[in-house]
């Protein structure tokens, strides 16, 4: 991976976040480049979360900056929200819609010009066509995740953040996921930044990455060097464990 | 592809309003009783001036039959033309104003329950196009809400006996209902910024609920040295008790900000219900600038009070207490 000639798509320098006694993040620096599968690993509580909130535009810094696609997260929130898709852990719509209802109003508000093409468009893409006039409601956590990638990726972004994507699925809930971000990484170019527990997930889908502990990166690599450098390890929980032992 | 429009948006998010709205259960109970009670009064209206109009007829008969050959003119006539909708006053300040509140509340608080503030706060919409969505949205239901009562008063006073409405009756009726609408808007607004700066469900409904309380009852007391006869009723008394040193400092203070009072006072003063009767809707307004600008400047500062709180909210984890 030459990181010298490719721009990064997304950077964070000295990124923090202060919540009255809590330092959730502490001098953050990060760079991903275009077309990587990000993974973002680190316990409960490391800050990965308040990392994508940052990125996300959700929330503001109390120091530092950051930017996606070349754009300020928080002088330039319009232009990065044009470029972004976001599907927070526990994806919460309105029950009383409709998934087709749902998705125009999100389809609308992103700007899709034409969102009943689009929409259909997308289910296609996530094979999960004839539920469009089913209430959110009567959706499995499963279902919902996938109605969650839908609005994410209406409108072409150029960037998907994922945060836990696979918490609460079972074991096919959580292949059909990993297909399908590796197809949208594949298929649409799209950069997935994506927070997780599930380390073998990160062994699966991901080029690259980023150990966060108490609101420090202590590492960023791609998977291919990590493997290769803890070569001693059996897997990549124990070079997890390994990293956060050593900080 | 990825062309936003604000304007388009304000539509976008104002139409979702409304069409949420239109869903709720709660909405429909309390627009239901509005306008029910609406067409009570109507009924009432009718009732009583066709009862006293048919004692009067009988007392004619009787008064005849026992020789007077002179009686007194019907009472009816002296009567002003929309004094049937003066119900109406009431209803608005109490179960209108009420009804404002839980519809502004529910507006964001629908959105602060169902978690979708993330996904939305990520779509390339300001925080302003957001609220004015909002608000638009809020406004075009209490219009059609507003309309619907209009329309039921208008067209039931046209039935009532000795009563002949005319086309200024009728412009001003409008106008009472208009400014009915604007009062109310404010208090949706109060709802609607409660909802967005409380952390628990039950604070954003319970602080504006208490503003209600004071503007429509309290304010109203200490701001006219407490005449309570005429505090909901828009007849003007005779006779005003004294002030103390108390009730003179607090008319001179809370007099501007008394809304229920002016409310009261002004849609009387429309309606020709109150004893200055007579006037013009240039007349009253002119009369009341200072109030309708009130009205007008609270009704801004609560838009640009929620599109403030609206900037500043954290949408993560809010998942609102009962």
């Keep these: 991976m ?54 996300t535009t959700l929330i503001a810094p109390t120091a530092g900056n950051a930017t996606v696609c070349g754009f300020d997260t928080q002088k330039e929130s319009i232009e990065v929200q044009k470029r972004i898709g976001y599907l927070p852990e526990n994806v919460k719509f309105y029950d009383s819609l409709t998934a087709y209802e749902n998705l125009e109003y999100l389809a609308k508000l992103s700007g899709v010009k034409n969102p009943k093409e689009k929409i259909h468009e997308v289910l296609v893409f996530l094979e999960f066509t004839g539920i469009e006039n089913k209430k959110l409601g009567e959706f499995s956590k499963g279902m919902r995740q996938r109605i969650g990638i839908a609005q994410a990726i209406l409108h072409d972004p150029e960037v998907l953040f994922l945060d836990e994507p696979t918490s609460g699925l079972d074991p096919m809930g959580i292949k059909k996921l990993r297909d399908i971000i590796i197809k949208l990484n594949k298929e649409k170019g799209m950069t997935i930044f994506m927070n997780t527990h599930l380390l073998s997930e990160v062994a699966k889908t991901c080029t690259t990455i980023g150990v966060l502990n108490q609101g420090k990166l202590i590492y960023c690599d791609s998977l291919a060097h990590t493997m290769e450098r803890f070569h001693d390890e059996s897997s990549l929980e124990e070079i997890y464990f390994t990293l956060g032992e050593k900080h | ?29 309390i627009t239901g009783v509005f306008l029910l009670m609406t067409a009570a009064s109507s009924f009432i209206g009718w009732s009583t001036f066709t009862t006293a109009d048919a004692v009067y007829r009988a007392s004619v008969v009787y008064l005849h039959a026992q020789g007077v050959s002179t009686v007194p003119e019907n009472p009816l006539h002296s009567v002003p033309a929309l004094a049937s909708f003066d119900n109406l006053i009431v209803y608005i300040l109490l179960i209108g104003a009420l009804l404002a509140v839980i519809i502004g509340h529910r507006s964001f608080m629908r959105e ?79 709802g609607l910024l409660f909802a967005i700066v409380s952390k628990s469900e039950s604070l954003a409904l319970f602080i504006p609920i208490c503003l209600w309380v004071g503007i429509t009852f309290v304010l109203p007391e200490l701001a006219t040295g407490l005449t309570p006869t005429a505090l909901l009723n828009p007849v003007t008394i005779l006779q005003l008790p004294p002030l103390t040193g108390f009730f003179s400092t607090a008319q001179h203070i809370l007099f501007p900000i008394s809304l229920g009072w002016h409310y009261t006072t002004i849609s009387g003063e429309l309606l020709g219900s109150s004893f200055s009767t007579n006037l013009s809707i240039g007349q009253v307004f002119s009369g009341h600038w200072i109030e309708m600008t009130t009205l007008c400047v609270s009704i801004l500062t609560l838009g640009l009070l929620s599109a403030t709180a609206l900037r500043r909210f954290d949408p993560r984890g809010d998942y609102v207490n009962e």
């Design chain 2, 1 to 29: 592809m990825k062309n936003t429009n604000p304007m388009g948006n304000t539509f976008t998010i104002a139409s979702a309003e409304i069409r949420a709205l239109f869903r709720e259960k709660t909405m429909y109970s």
């Design chain 2, 112 to 190: 602060r329950r169902s978690g979708i503030l993330q996904v939305l706060f990520v779509r390339p919409v300001p925080k302003r196009s957001f609220v004015l969505g909002k608000i638009l949205g809020l406004g075009l239901v209490l219009f059609s809400i507003m309309s619907m009562t209009a329309i039921i008063s208008i067209a039931s006073s046209f039935f009532l006996p000795l009563q002949h409405i005319t086309i200024g009756n009728v412009g001003h009726a409008l106008v009472f209902f208009l400014f009915s609408f604007l009062y109310m808007l404010f208090f949706a607004l109060c």
């Design chain 1, 2 to 55: 030459n990181t010298t000639t490719i721009k990064p798509i997304i950077t964070a320098h000295a990124l923090t976040k202060q919540y009255k006694d809590t330092l959730a993040l502490d001098s953050l620096d990060l760079n991903i480049n275009k077309g990587e599968i990000f993974g973002f690993l680190g316990h409960n509580g490391a800050g990965k979360t308040t990392t994508v909130s940052i990125l």
